[in-house]
């Protein structure tokens, strides 16, 4: 029988040349194995596995040498501190994405305004299920077109207890709504067909929430189409965009007012945001 601490080892040798952190990934497969919590597993060191659980974590195992990632193994992955489930018919919330919510608290300070968002593209839901968690007069509405993606988001509503605030729906962006709506954010798909990307990514997150045309810029063009009949007057937008595209994402939103950007933890462009005016 082998310990958690022998299997640790074993695990980081072939983890080292996949990730940079390899001790850390073998502790939350083997503590998803157990049951337990990241931290418990260091208080562990000695205990011994059974036959089944050490197949289990070398199964695992293997599932992660093959670039699968973490989160979409444990089917869980942690965003703005709250917990969310994650399979492999959602995108992987990734943390530059928290830029987003960091923007609508400054533009809304006020937490105790009654806010209608709209989140389109939800998939997980975390941009709404977060920007719910934080105003609790808040109500939302997520929109996407995977039924798939749209069943996780209602399940992750449920288990932070936000499901009475919010109401997910299946369909093409904002085709079945009507508005008007306070805050309007979106992690749409903006990569190119082209691009290259890790494989991490490209294998293992739904191809509808990545690429966008040849350019990635399809799904900014369906938006700028669809936002001024779904905001209100002086309503705030809210838009993840890829590095570098900035200016020619801003061109799309000519109607726009004061436009601005955001930049994630890494010094990239993340977030464009701007005001809708009552004209648009």
């Given at each position: 029988m082998t310990s958690i601490q022998e299997i640790i080892r074993k695990?980081?040798?072939?983890?080292?040349?996949?990730?940079?952190?390899?001790?850390?990934?073998?502790?939350?497969?083997?503590?998803?194995?157990?049951?337990?919590?990241?931290?418990?597993?260091?208080?562990?060191?000695?205990?011994?596995?059974?036959?089944?659980?050490?197949?289990?974590?070398?199964?695992?195992?293997?599932?992660?040498?093959?670039?699968?990632?973490?989160?979409?193994?444990?089917?869980?992955?942690?965003?703005?501190g709250l917990h969310f489930r994650v399979t492999a018919n959602t995108l992987d919330p990734r943390?530059?994405?928290?830029?987003?919510?960091?923007?609508?608290?400054?533009?809304?300070?006020?937490?105790?305004?009654?806010?209608?968002?709209?989140?389109?593209?939800t998939g997980t839901g975390c941009?709404?299920?977060s920007l719910l968690h934080e105003y609790p007069n808040a109500w939302g509405i997520g929109v996407d077109r995977s039924e798939a993606a749209s069943s996780i988001a209602q399940e992750n509503a449920t288990q932070l207890s936000l499901k009475n605030r919010c109401s997910f729906i299946v369909g093409h962006w904002g085709d079945a709504l009507a508005g008007p709506f306070d805050v309007i954010i979106s992690n749409p798909p903006y990569i190119g067909y082209n691009e290259s990307l890790p494989p991490e990514v490209v294998n293992y997150d739904p191809p509808m929430a990545l690429f966008a045309g040849e350019d990635g810029l399809r799904c900014y063009h369906v938006l700028a189409e669809q936002i001024p009949r779904l905001a209100a007057p002086d309503s705030k937008i809210f838009l993840e965009i890829g590095a570098g595209q900035f200016k020619v994402v801003s061109a799309i939103f000519s109607f726009a007012s004061a436009i601005q950007m955001a930049w994630d933890l890494q010094g990239k462009?993340?977030?464009?945001?701007?005001?809708?005016?009552?004209?648009?």
């Open positions: 695990a980081v040798k072939h983890l080292g040349a996949l990730t940079t952190n390899p001790q850390r990934e073998a502790r939350l497969l083997i503590a998803h194995v157990l049951k337990t919590s990241y931290e418990d597993i260091f208080f562990q060191n000695d205990r011994l596995l059974t036959n089944e659980e050490e197949n289990l974590f070398n199964a695992l195992l293997q599932r992660r040498l093959r670039h699968e990632p973490i989160s979409k193994i444990r089917e869980h992955r942690e965003f703005w943390p530059d994405s928290e830029t987003l919510i960091e923007a609508v608290l400054a533009a809304y300070p006020d937490k105790a305004q009654h806010l209608r968002i709209l989140d389109l593209g941009l709404l299920l462009e993340r977030c464009l945001f701007f005001t809708c005016p009552p004209t648009c």
